[in-house]
DNA sequence: CCCTATCCATAATT
DNA sequence: AATTATGGATAGGG
């Protein structure tokens, strides 16, 4: 590979860019500040991106510090959105309902996986990984949930019509 | 990890980045190749963003020139759009993405991950499962990614080498 | 074909 | 000027 050991923090006559430093802000006033600067750079990107080809389809969303959201969207957030959620029409939503919420914003618990799961190999695994590794596998993850979804929604295509089937999972 | 070609006899050298031509790319091939290329940067960018604070909340949804779905999710693609969209009632739909068979693989390098095992966990298991099985597979990967996001953050954090974290999350 | 990774050189950014 | 992001070419996996 390449080495980037070019660990010199004793540079300070700098018109230069500084290197990246990816921790948590201190301040709240600096925090929105580079919130704004991060978000536009983002925006920015997603709007290059857009560019490259015609029908691209891309949204982002994005709450800031104080719960504000922005989005960008190209052709438009809800489109995109709609097109991942595989909701075809989706003019008119709530037609069908599992009325279960079972997804819980991220306190899913983890019995599911500690008592289920034999062995635990994520545990093991994902303690030798390194930070680059982490990333990489958490973006794996994202694609791999994505793929089972898609699977799960075809598979449930294909058979007869059973949604309460999926009613209690959890 | 992957082994470093050192031998090169022919070194074409690249012609440098190119000028800024924002303009539709031309051929079909070099379009995918930079797609993939502007979605990791993409999403590097959202990642040190997520890391801006503890609290942050975004969601990035891309299709392929194949329309096969991509994402980035902090904490959780679900949890940002719902609250984005302010729908509550969206457990039905909430789990299910994307219309094109694509099923099966991801693109997850399981080598790095569970190297001990004869055939991957991954690869295995989802061919072969029913939806119920399906269903909670889903559901731990939810689980699993979150927990490897607060991995990441912590890492971030303090920036101490791996260490025991799994052994007393949540 | 579709997708990802890597190398090199350089444009873009801070 | 230091650092990053990316285009072109290329190799490899599926």
Redesign the interface.
């Known amino acids: 590979?390449q080495e980037t050991e070019l660990v010199n923090t004793t540079r300070r006559w700098g018109t230069g860019r500084k290197k990246?430093e990816?921790?948590?802000?201190e301040s709240k006033s600096s925090?929105i500040v580079?919130?704004c600067k991060?978000?536009n750079?983002?925006f920015k990107?997603?709007s290059?991106?857009c560019?490259?080809?015609?029908?691209?389809?891309?949204?982002?969303?994005?709450?800031s510090?104080n719960q504000r959201?922005y989005?960008f969207g190209h052709p438009d957030?809800n489109t995109?959105?709609d097109?991942?959620?595989?909701?075809?029409e989706s003019s008119e939503?709530?037609n069908?309902?599992?009325?279960?919420?079972?997804?819980g914003?991220?306190n899913?618990?983890?019995d599911?996986?500690n008592e289920?799961?034999e062995g635990c190999?994520?545990?093991r695994?994902?303690?030798?990984?390194?930070?680059e590794?982490?990333?990489?596998?958490?973006?794996?993850?994202?694609?791999?949930?994505?793929?089972?979804?898609?699977?799960?929604?075809?598979?449930?295509r294909t058979?007869v019509s059973t949604?309460d089937?999926?009613g209690g999972?959890?």
Not at 22 to 25: D, G, N, P
């Open positions: 590979m990246v990816m921790k948590k802000i925090l580079t919130f991060r978000r750079g983002l990107k997603a290059e991106f560019n490259l080809y015609d029908d691209a389809n891309l949204a982002i969303i994005v709450l510090p959201p989005s957030v995109v959105v097109q991942y959620l595989g909701d075809q939503r709530n069908i309902s599992c009325s279960e919420d079972t997804r914003k991220n899913m618990d983890c599911n996986i289920e799961g190999w994520w545990e695994s994902v303690e030798d990984m390194n930070l590794e982490l990333e990489k596998f958490r973006a794996s993850l994202e694609t791999l949930k994505n793929n089972v979804a898609m699977r799960v929604r075809e598979e449930r058979r949604r089937f999926l999972f959890s």
